[in-house]
Every structure is written in C-alpha cells, then in structure tokens.
Nanobody, 120 residues
Framework: QVQLVESGGGLVLPGGSLRLSCAAS????????MGWYRQAPGKERELVAT???????NYADSVKGRFTISRDNAKNTVYLRMNSLKPEDTAVYYC??????????????WGQGTQVTVSS
C-alpha cells in the first residue's frame, strides 16, 4: 500500500508563516499530481493548491500570492509554504497524491490531516 504522512502544522500568529510537508511511501512506481486541501469548521473541504509531476501549479483564489506549493520527486514529498497567514486560513490541511503503484494501477491517497491554527 501507499501512505502519506503530513507534518508542519501548528499555531501561528496572523501574518506569520508555516511550511507543511507530506511524504509518500510504500508501493509507489511514480506520482502524477499532488495537492493540498483544507477543511475549516462548519465548511466543506476545499482545494488549496495542486502541482503536476512536471511542476505546473494551480491555486485557489483565496491563497494565490500567499501560498506556494512545491515538490521533491526524488523524495516523493510535496510542500506547502504559507505566508501572510490569516485567521481565515485556520483549518485541517490534507495532502493527496495520484499514485501509479508498482502494480501499475492509479489510486488517490490522502494524508491524515494536520491542524493549522492562525490566532493571536
């Protein structure tokens, strides 16, 4: 199987920065797209950012210009650098990956989620 393990969440002051990491491991042949989603209390899970295997990125309008998604293909890891954080960014953040497994089947996997709280 494939596992995605997230790290880097925590409490940060408004205007501060935080960097999330998500490392995939297991029966991986390669990884196509990777992304970050978030879910705030009382709201639906929403797309934050995506990145292709070639490095093309896409962002939600609410985070454009503040967040940066990147990846290290050699480490099967995706990152989310969050700058100028606002209280509205408070949510559980989930990474996901479109994985081509060793058995040559594509499967979507999700991380366990990491809490990001922006508060003074």
């Amino acid at each position: 199987q494939v596992q995605l393990v997230e790290s880097g969440g925590g409490l940060v002051l408004p205007g501060g920065s935080l960097r999330l990491s998500c490392a995939a491991s297991g029966s991986i042949f390669s990884i196509n797209g990777m992304g970050w989603y978030r879910q705030a209390p009382g709201k639906e899970r929403e797309l934050v950012a995506t990145i292709t295997s070639g490095g093309s990125t896409n962002y939600a309008d609410s985070v454009k210009g503040r967040f940066t998604i990147s990846r290290d293909n050699a480490k099967n890891t995706v990152y989310l650098r969050m700058n100028s954080l606002k209280p509205e960014d408070t949510a559980v953040y989930y990474c996901n990956a479109d994985v081509l497994r060793l058995d040559r089947r594509y499967e979507i996997y999700w991380g366990q989620g990491t809490q990001v709280t922006v508060s003074s």
